[in-house]
């Protein structure tokens, strides 16, 4: 009986429909995972808010909670509005009160009211009219003229204050006419305003009357960051059209807010067609960039949708910043992008080497498994390091970017040969030349000048690193600014220049001062008052409850709202106006003065509370820096984070090589391209975010230090083979295209975020990151390299089973003769490549003709030839060489020494 033969055809057409319906499953899957994840992106609450990032015992979130406790929201905005006359104001004012979510607003005519109230209940008991009572202050102003128009106004006065627009109490309209008839009146009212509220309130403050620019106070019933209110800043803005300028905590954040998920488009639009663009430079197809986009962009989505878990969990309970947000696509996608160009590598050599394709795939997957883990855990280390700060947006930044690395990883290693799967047809198809150098002209370069080359690198570092102390850092509200040249910056810019610097500190003291004797509140207001800087005032204004009274006078209506507004709960607020920028030193030092020497004295025994941008800024300065200044953290963040980074990734250098000489050369090179990317900025004389230095740092350490570490596992395998000048070489062929790639695509998407972004902190970073990335590269392709060769005898003494080929002439020799002999090493190679392209490409040709097989054949073994009488001349060299000197080789020594 005949056995019958297996079916192969079947046998393949199973094995063919089994594998298209593993890959269709996988497919669906990786489909599902990123559509559930960009449910989860939508529904991430995302906080534009750094005072939540701050610790919970600092100066700023102890007194930003009790306000709210005791005053609810601080939300607020300014608007001003060119070209409007004063009796034309209260009408738009009328109108942005009347907006649902606007608590209250300020303005020129309510300070008018506020002036001329405490003179009618003054002087009411001895006169009948407002005529009689601007007569009356002759005697209690002594200074003050009392023109005709003066009285002319009094007399408007007599026929009603006030009067109702669109349901808002607001000064009557003839008054507003007869001040904008008669400016001069506006300055007798002023002076009657701060001599009777010790300069509390100007009317300077609200209308500029030469620009004809009004300026009115809004404050939001909810935070700055609910729907409401943003909801009342659109309302407004129709309300005041375009022409109109926007500043306050609520137009800042309602601006990032609105702005930054159009930016993360932008900044997408831009770095993926670069990106594109040179992975075709590195790949050998037009279809790899592809895959690796989509392996990628699977790993991006992932992470940001599961950042949902994180703030559900608690463990980002403030939610997302918005900082982190802003970069976290691109950055990811830069940093991340070598573990799938790794195993995409990878498999192309197996295949180069004759694996077939199902065969090379799983050798790709297995053999990248630990390398790429190598790469992933360095970069992770510094995200770890980040989210060690005591700031807490570093925890944020870091942990989101720790779970993203990890994902790359996870992704890279289980979809890319899948991708590579389902794409191998298409890529077979579109095969092109690599198009990167191969190195060799970089290598005669090194070879060539490599001393000149680490003198230049490490005077260059030495300087940058002298540079450090130079660097101006700001640490408060800069990273929520909005750029130069947006009109967020340039709306802020306009209403400073017209009605000066708006720097409020808030103060928040217990009432029981108000009721001691001799009322400390009262003279904590004037000490406050007369704080000066360098001999010169600098507080514009101080402006409180007590600020706001006249002894002897009922503000009648008035005071109960006045009341409202700075008493609650026990407390009363103090609104003090710095004239200087938030984080300018004076600022500091007015704010030291009150701390450290007011407050103390008029508070002892009770608690007291202090807010503000500046307040912000300082507290974040001391946390950063370390600096002891009574309470406030003495963690030194930098110091401890960078520390921990460094000595972390020396570590698992020093395993990974079972070296101590290369983790000492290889984060020397790292640290040193990060002073010289941080001296450039310092030398452009722009202040940097600290929070961007620091971050920008531990990135550059953790995602280039990858570059260092690859040219190094390349230089040190191939130096157990050749001397130091192969080893050189083949290096820098293995290593360049994959830091050519990975160091651009990160420079690109760094720059990317840079012109983007018009959030001043976010841009800062993406420009330091695009900047280092591309120093890290030039260094590991220049410095390293150098170094490497110079320290070559004491990288293989201080490592544990390095086993370097020793050479086999002195070393004056070997550098006499480096050049010749790695051009015909190159030449060699060249050749090799060429004759195993020819193998597969030739054709039949003629029996009389030459093949170009035959002749590459022949040529190349002319040049082994040649080689090997080189070696043979060198050798009788040596020999000759030791017998005039009466020398002698020792043994693992890379020179001969004399014989004694």
Not at 190 to 203: G, V
Not at 607 to 619: E, I
Not at 802 to 826: D, L, R, T, V
Request: aromatic share 8%; proline share 3%; glycine share 6%.
């Amino acid at each position: 009986m005949k056995t019958r033969k297996p079916n192969k055809s079947l046998n393949v057409k199973s094995k063919t429909w089994t594998t298209i319906l593993v890959r269709i499953l996988i497919g669906l899957l990786m489909v599902a995972i990123v559509a559930v994840s960009a449910v989860g992106y939508f529904k991430t609450g995302i906080n534009y808010s750094l005072i939540d990032y701050l610790p919970a015992n600092s100066d700023t979130s102890k007194g930003y909670l009790k306000v709210e406790e005791c005053f609810g929201s601080a939300s607020y905005a300014r608007v001003m509005l060119k070209n409007v006359y004063i009796e034309s104001t209260p009408a738009i004012k009328a109108k942005i009160t009347n907006v649902e979510g606007v608590k209250f607003t300020l303005w020129l005519d309510d300070i008018i009211l506020m002036a001329l109230t405490p003179l009618e209940e003054n002087l009411g008991g001895t006169v009948t009219s407002y005529e009689d009572l601007f007569n009356s202050l002759r005697l209690l102003v002594p200074s003050m003229d009392m023109p005709d128009e003066v009285m002319e106004f009094a007399r408007l006065l007599d026929e009603g204050l006030t009067q109702e627009i669109d349901g808002v109490t607001a000064l009557n309209p003839k008054i507003l006419q007869s001040l904008n008839d008669n400016p001069e009146i506006l300055d007798i009212i002023d002076l009657i305003t701060k001599t009777y509220f010790d300069n509390a309130i100007s009317l300077s403050n609200y209308y500029n009357v030469e620009e004809n620019t009004a300026l009115i106070e809004i404050y939001f019933e909810d935070s700055d960051y609910s729907l409401s209110t943003a909801s009342a800043l659109k309302e407004i803005q129709a309300i005041c059209g375009k022409d109109a300028h926007y500043d306050g905590t609520a137009v800042s954040i309602q601006t990032a807010m609105t702005t930054t998920v159009s930016e993360i488009g932008k900044i997408l639009l831009i770095v993926l067609p670069l990106a594109i663009v040179i992975l075709l430079f590195s790949t050998k197809s037009i279809i790899d960039p592809l895959v690796l986009l989509i392996s990628i962009g699977f790993a991006v989505i992932i992470n940001m949708g599961t950042n949902y878990f994180l703030v559900s969990l608690g463990i980002l309970p403030h939610g997302v910043s918005f900082i982190t947000n802003s970069m976290v696509a691109a950055l990811q996608m830069a940093i991340s992008m070598d573990y799938s160009i790794f195993i995409l590598h990878r498999y192309q050599d197996e295949v180069k080497a004759g694996t077939d394709e199902r065969t090379a795939v799983r050798i790709a997957q297995r053999k990248s498994i630990l390398p790429v883990a190598a790469s992933c855990l360095t970069t992770v280390i510094g995200f770890i390091a980040i989210s060690l700060m005591e700031f807490g947006i570093g925890k944020d930044i870091g942990l989101v970017f720790v779970k993203g690395t990890i994902i790359s990883f996870v992704v890279a290693i289980l979809c890319m040969p899948f991708l590579i799967g389902v794409f191998s047809k298409l890529t077979k198809r579109t095969e092109h030349r690599l198009l990167l150098p191969q190195g060799k002209a970089l290598t005669r370069l090194i070879i060539k000048f490599g001393l000149p080359l680490i003198i230049f690198f490490v005077v260059l570092s030495g300087l940058s690193i002298t540079q450090q102390d130079g660097i101006n850092f700001s640490y408060g509200e800069s990273a929520i600014s909005a750029s130069e040249g947006t009109k967020s910056y340039e709306d802020a810019q306009e209403i400073q220049d017209t009605f000066g610097i708006y720097n409020p500190i808030i103060i928040l003291i217990p009432l029981q001062l108000r009721e001691q004797a001799g009322n400390a509140e009262a003279k904590l207001v004037d000490e406050l008052c007369s704080v000066t800087v360098n001999g010169k005032p600098i507080i514009t204004r101080v402006m409180s409850y007590q600020s706001l009274q006249v002894e002897g006078v009922s503000l009648g209506a008035l005071d109960s709202v006045i009341k409202q507004n700075f008493d609650s709960d026990g407390y009363t607020r103090i609104l003090v106006n710095v004239n200087a920028i938030a984080e300018s030193p004076e600022s500091f030092e007015v704010l030291s003065k009150i701390k450290n020497e007011i407050l103390p004295k008029y508070c002892m025994g009770y608690d007291y509370y202090m807010t503000g941008s500046t307040v912000a800024a300082y507290d974040l300065k001391n946390i950063s820096k370390g600096e002891a200044d009574k309470g406030l953290l003495e963690q030194r963040d930098y110091g401890f984070v960078n520390t921990f980074a460094i000595v972390a990734v020396f570590l698992v250098i020093m395993l990974t090589f079972r070296s101590i000489a290369l983790p000492i050369l290889l984060v020397a090179t790292i640290e040193c391209g990060i002073f010289i990317n941080m001296t450039i900025s310092a030398l452009s004389g722009n202040t940097i975010a600290f929070l961007g230095y620091m971050v920008v740092s531990l990135i550059q350490l953790g995602a280039t230090i990858d570059y260092a570490i690859l040219y190094t596992q390349n230089y040190v395998n191939s130096r157990r083979l050749h001397n130091k000048n192969i080893a050189t070489y083949e290096a820098m062929r293995l290593s360049l295209g994959s830091i050519f790639t990975s160091s651009l695509i990160l420079c690109a998407a760094g720059f990317s975020i840079y012109f983007s972004s018009s959030v001043q902190g976010v841009a800062e970073i993406g420009l330091m990151v695009g900047r280092g990335a591309l120093i890290s590269g030039i260094m590991c392709l220049t410095f390293l390299p150098a170094l490497l060769r110079l320290c070559d005898k004491y990288i293989n003494l201080l490592s544990l089973k390095m086993n370097f080929k020793m050479p086999g002439k002195s070393i004056m020799q070997e550098e006499n003769s480096a050049i010749a002999e790695i051009n015909q090493y190159i030449s060699l190679n060249d050749l090799s490549e060429q004759l195993e392209e020819t193998t597969t490409t030739s054709v039949s040709t003629d029996n009389n003709a030459e093949s170009p097989y035959t002749s590459l054949q022949q040529q190349l073994e002319q040049e082994n030839i040649d080689c090997a009488e080189s070696k043979l001349e060198n050798s009788l060299a040596q020999a000759e060489y030791e017998q005039e000197h009466n020398t002698e080789r020792v043994e693992g020594e890379d020179t001969p020494r004399e014989d004694k």
